[in-house]
């Protein structure tokens, strides 16, 4: 396969003219860290953003920052820790669940909208998305949004983009709104609840005075006893006054409370699905989307016909759920369970040959896809974005 990396729009947009004046399909790629999601590339040649790196702008005071797509995240975390700003949504790292190598992007999280678990407090990634430059399948510049929050013109295409997988166009650049670092971070965690129970305590908590920003239930046997976990994040004197009276609200429960290094790598597990990192071949795995407390009526359903494993974030509204690859990786299982209780399911890791054969990305109701295919016809006519990507013939 021929990679394509250009050093800036100009050659993207020559590359992108020719691809589709030669009706040659593009794979569209950042770091290649999350190339295994979704169908796999039927192309000979990728577009890669690799060439186009750099922090554009950084305005503390204005709380945004930009970067050209290519931009490693790590190189965006450090320029807004150097000023103790963060993103706030908390992007995961598909990294150990993949087992892929290369580096994050910028552009690759605003494509793929990944959020982690201050997602139920903070937003997804497209809601700090602000701005994006990008290169359409006609070979042409698109600037939408602004570079500060007071402009945001455009900003429905700004939220198109978001999520879209590479399959509307290529983006050069994007535009993110950011929040200080919290002073202080600390995990309530209360021991032995069963799933209701988890679920009845995440909305229980989610639902008081006292700004949880993560909550999340790992189930009894993933790292022993049945964990569920509530996050404060704040000044240190707010931390404090919120978490006992947060603990006082589970007086009746077995609690603990973490903190320092120990609360940020629990949390980095959580949010980079650590309990199923380590048997990539072996199992495939599921990212459920539901109502919170809908999640552990999913898993029951599930658990009827298929063995797996499962735990929960944002407050039991995402599960992550790992099982036998098999013939479909249990996707008519999965499907058959969220139509009774609502929701979409993506299949994030599986065989290439399952992939290929199963709706990877929640399937359609026609006049979604109708739309669907609406919108990546105004902005790729000839169809040349990653081609099927996300779902057959779009």
């Known amino acids: 396969m021929t990679t394509i990396a250009p050093r800036d729009e100009q050659e993207a947009c020559a590359a992108v003219s020719e691809a589709a004046a030669d009706r040659i399909p593009l794979a569209i790629a950042g770091g290649g860290t999350k190339s295994a999601i979704g169908r796999p590339a039927q192309t000979e040649r990728t577009l890669s953003a690799f060439g ?11 709380l945004v920052i930009g970067a050209r797509a290519g931009t490693p995240l790590a190189e965006v975390e450090r320029t807004l820790a150097e000023k103790g700003q963060q993103l706030t949504f908390e992007p995961i790292d598909y990294r150990p669940l993949l087992g892929s190598n ?35 399948g006609r070979g042409e510049v698109i600037k939408n949004g602004g570079r500060v929050m007071k402009n945001v013109t455009g900003l429905d295409l700004v939220k198109l983009l978001g999520g879209s997988w590479g399959t509307l166009g290529f983006l050069t650049e994007v535009t993110f709104k950011v929040l200080p670092k919290p002073e202080r971070t600390r995990t309530l965690v209360l021991r032995g609840l069963d799933e209701a129970q988890a679920a009845a305590a995440m909305a229980a908590a989610l639902g008081s005075p006292y700004e949880v920003t993560a909550a999340a239930h790992l189930p009894a046997g993933l790292r022993g006893g049945a964990q569920t976990l509530l996050r ?47 048997n990539v071949s072996s199992e495939a795995v599921w990212r459920i989307s539901v109502a919170p407390t809908k999640g552990h009526l999913l898993t029951a359903l599930v658990a009827r016909d298929l063995r797996c494993r499962w735990f929960y974030d944002w407050g039991g509204g995402l599960v992550w759920l790992a099982c036998s690859p098999g013939d479909d990786a249990g996707a008519a299982v999965i499907r058959g369970a969220l139509a009774q209780t ?24 026609d006049p979604l896809r109708k739309l669907t295919a609406g919108i990546k016809g105004s902005l790729d006519p000839v169809g040349i974005f990653n081609p099927g990507r996300m779902y057959a013939g779009i």
């Not at 186009?52 to 204005?62: F, M, N, S």
């Not at 603990?247 to 009746?252: P, S, T, V």
């Not at 429960?253 to 309990?275: C, F, K, M, Q, Y």
């Open 52 to 62: 186009l790196t750099g922090v554009t702008l950084h305005e503390p005071a204005e």
């Open 102 to 136: 290369g580096e994050p992007t910028i552009g690759g999280v605003a494509a793929a909208n990944l959020s982690g678990p201050r997602r139920i407090q903070a937003g997804a990634a497209r809601d700090s998305l602000i701005g994006v430059r990008f290169v359409n």
């Open 342 to 365: 609502g929701g979409h399911a993506t299949l994030v890791r599986a065989p290439a040959e399952i992939r290929a054969s199963v709706d990877v990305f929640q399937p359609l109701a």
């Open 232 to 278: 404060l994040e704040g000044f240190a004197y707010s931390v404090d006054h919120r978490g006992g009276e947060l603990r006082r609200l589970f007086r009746r429960h077995d609690t603990d409370i973490v903190d320092g290094e120990a609360n940020s790598a629990l949390w980095r597990g959580v949010r980079d699905v650590a309990p199923f990192a380590a």
